[in-house]
């Protein structure tokens, strides 16, 4: 069994899966008004919309012929919670980074141009 995340995951790696999503998120369209905005086939258009169903991001309604796609914003949430993580992480990183950076800034292109403390003269 597939899991949510790992099928939102695949269908977000293609570019042209992506694009539809964010043409969704401006309200809900038919599978020719999608088609349209593509030089591909109905049917490649198709096939992309059914991973993305599949994945469970899209929802369609039939009604008579006509398809109709709306956005299913519920496993872009928890794909952007699973990333909220490392995005925390990524930030306490960067700041450990930008503080160790404040603490150095004499040092330049290999030249210090500041004191060195006196534990550190030997260290090079």
């Known amino acids: ?6 099928a939102a995951f695949a269908a977000l ?3 042209t899966r992506r694009d539809i999503l964010a043409r969704l998120a401006g309200g809900e369209t038919t599978v020719g008004g ?3 905005a593509y030089d591909m086939s109905l ?3 198709s ?9 469970g991001l899209v929802d369609r309604r039939v009604e008579w012929r006509e398809h109709h796609i709306r956005l299913n914003p519920k496993p872009l949430r928890e794909v952007a919670d699973w990333l ?6 990524w930030e306490q990183r960067l700041d450990a980074l930008e503080d160790f950076l404040a603490t150095h800034k ?5 030249k210090r141009t500041a004191p060195v403390p006196k534990n550190r003269r030997h260290a090079r």
């Open 106 to 110: 004499g040092i330049r292109h290999g």
């Open 34 to 36: 999608l088609a349209d």
């Open 1 to 6: 069994m597939v899991d949510s995340q790992d």
């Open 13 to 15: 790696a293609n570019a």
């Open 43 to 45: 049917n490649a258009v």
């Open 84 to 89: 909220e993580r490392y995005r925390a992480f």
């Open 47 to 55: 096939k992309h919309l059914k991973v993305l169903e599949d994945a």
